[in-house]
């Protein structure tokens, strides 16, 4: 057998290849999105990268730069705000989100002839084709240098990630850890753009996290759970996108949510109230 | 003359939106192996001149050396030798650490970037467990105990550091009376043996440690008096009614 719903292998391994580690990557930053409260500006930031890459189609640039440049441009505007707390999350969210959308839209709409192309709707929903053999190997080493900088500074991210005050207190200097999540959320989130979509991308980093989180204490065992539900999430989706012949993004949304109710329902450290 | 273990020299701290200094025109000297306690009315500044020491907050004017150095430019290095108490915390049910893990962290900043602990960081962290008595709570979640109970645990990751200088805000006012005894009788000795500098923070006068023979008596952010134990809470009795 050398296909399977008509696909060739080698695409439908490129597509799982792409969606593991895309749970992967957005699972294990996703532990640094929920515990520090960044959902308002990743939301934020997963919209301006849609807004960029719909800039890129409309103007005939690579997307994925677009997304990249909005992504980050959104992380330092918005990252000194968010750290000093100097606005409600939700004030962020309410303001910035509408116009991140309404300038991808407008983007969308003056593409030329390509306003509602499939590649432009794949902006929105995820794609299953986007995924290219070259999209693998970025995000492999995406993978791989997040996987190694937590690693690295494990000891450094688990005190920012207890309590950034006493982090301080204990000698740790936590801004430039602070930058550098929100550097590495800006990028995964324009890697993950193409699979899942400007309009879903986000729940890849809120839900597996957010799962892992209702099961430990622990933060080793946390970031290991939270990657891997990351890449069930988005394998089943990817196989439910399949079978039912669904958009990808959404897919992997129907599976999260499942997974985090799952997990709420179930959850050790569900509260009494 | 050793240098001091913390000097400050005219020193104002205003905080972020505020016009007014919280702590303003601050002189104060500590050798080496002093202990000193602060008193002063609500919202006198006694946190603020405590954070502006170690430089969780930093200051306005004025400057700021502890241990012979500037807090201004070596404040994380600095802090990793200096323990420090907050008065407010409060972990919910949901943070994701473990006592043991707490206190540990404790020394992180001394560890050093990229570095892992070693045995010897791990058996003096078991050490300031043992010290507060929280070695059965070592696997418990921070967020599932008790006030007075994270209390210690903070103690005890301030220990864990080995500090040389220790700030403590309001370290009693979660702890019942006999923990009060024992963990005031931890610092008198760590103080003694160790030639630890002490600055603590007490509203209780009551609570002022035996062995503390210098009194700062703090009101509006400033230093109202500072001098000998006695004449220092007799002058506070005096203004403050106590
Ligand atoms: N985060 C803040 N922003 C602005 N002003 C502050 C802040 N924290 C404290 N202040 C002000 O600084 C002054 C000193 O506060 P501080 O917390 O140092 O007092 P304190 O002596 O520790 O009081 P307490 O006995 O209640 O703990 C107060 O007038 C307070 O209103
Ligand atoms: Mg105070």
Not at chain 2, 43 to 51: D, V
Not at chain 2, 182 to 187: H, K, N, R, S, Y
Not at chain 2, 212 to 227: A, F, K, M, P, S
Not at chain 2, 234 to 242: K, N, P
């Amino acid at each position: 057998m050398t296909r399977m719903y008509g696909l060739p292998w080698s695409l439908i391994f490129t597509l799982l290849g792409g969606a593991a580690l895309t749970g992967a990557t957005c699972g294990l930053l996703g532990t640094f999105v929920v515990r520090l409260r960044l959902s308002s500006l990743g939301f934020t930031m997963s919209h301006a990268a849609f807004a960029g890459a719909a800039l890129g189609l409309a103007l005939g640039i690579e997307p994925l730069t677009l997304a990249l440049i909005g992504a980050i441009l959104t992380a330092a505007v918005l990252g000194p705000v968010a750290e000093r707390a100097k606005l409600p999350a939700d004030v962020i969210t309410g303001v910035l989100f509408p116009l991140t959308m309404a300038l991808g839209l407008i983007f969308l709409y003056l593409a030329p002839g390509t306003a509602m192309s499939s590649s432009a709707l794949g902006l929105l929903w995820g794609s299953l084709f986007a995924m290219a053999g070259e999209d693998l190997l970025r995000l492999l080493g995406l993978a791989g240098a997040i996987a190694l900088t937590v690693w690295l500074f494990f000891k450094e991210f688990q005190a920012l990630l207890f309590d950034r005050k006493l982090a301080e207190e204990s000698g740790v200097p936590t801004r430039p850890f602070y930058y550098l999540i929100l550097f590495l959320t800006g990028v995964t989130i324009a890697l993950a753009l193409r699979l899942v979509g400007g309009l879903l991308v986000f729940v890849l980093l809120q839900s597996p996290a957010a799962t892992a989180f209702q099961f430990s204490y622990d933060l080793k065992k946390i970031f290991f759970w939270a990657a891997l539900l990351g890449v069930i999430y988005a394998s089943m989706g990817l196989g439910l996108s399949f079978a039912l012949d669904l958009p990808l993004g959404s897919a992997i949304v129907l599976v999260s949510t499942l997974g985090f109710g799952l997990a709420v329902w179930s959850s050790p450290k569900r509260r009494r109230t | 003359m050793a240098t001091p273990a913390i000097e400050l020299k005219s020193v104002s701290t205003v905080y972020e939106g505020e016009r007014v200094p919280a702590i303003r025109d601050i002189e104060l000297t500590l050798e080496s192996g002093e202990l000193v306690a602060i008193i002063g009315p609500n919202g006198a500044g006694k946190t603020t001149l405590l954070e502006t020491i170690n430089g969780l907050l930093p200051h306005t004017r004025g400057q700021v050396r502890v241990l012979g150095r500037d807090v201004a430019r070596c404040g994380p290095q600095l802090r990793s030798h200096i323990g420090y108490v907050p008065q407010e915390f409060q972990f919910d049910e949901t943070t994701p650490v473990l006592v043991r893990d707490v206190v540990l962290m404790g020394r992180y900043g001394r560890i050093g970037l990229v570095r892992r602990p070693t045995a010897e960081d791990r058996a003096r962290a078991q050490e300031a467990l043992e010290l507060l008595g929280l070695a059965e709570l070592a696997e418990r979640p921070l967020g599932k105990l008790s006030g007075g109970q994270q209390q210690k645990v903070l103690l005890a990751r301030a220990l864990a550091k080995e500090p040389k200088i220790l700030l403590l805000d309001e370290p009693f006012s979660h702890l019942d009376f006999a923990a009060r005894e024992g963990v005031a009788e931890l610092i008198a000795r760590w103080h003694r043996e160790r030639l630890l500098t002490v600055l603590i923070v007490l509203h209780d006068l009551e609570a002022i440690p035996q062995s503390c023979h210098r009194v700062i008596l703090l009101n509006e952010g400033r230093i109202r008096h500072d001098g000998a134990r006695e004449r220092v809470v007799r002058a506070f009795a005096l203004s403050y009614g106590g």
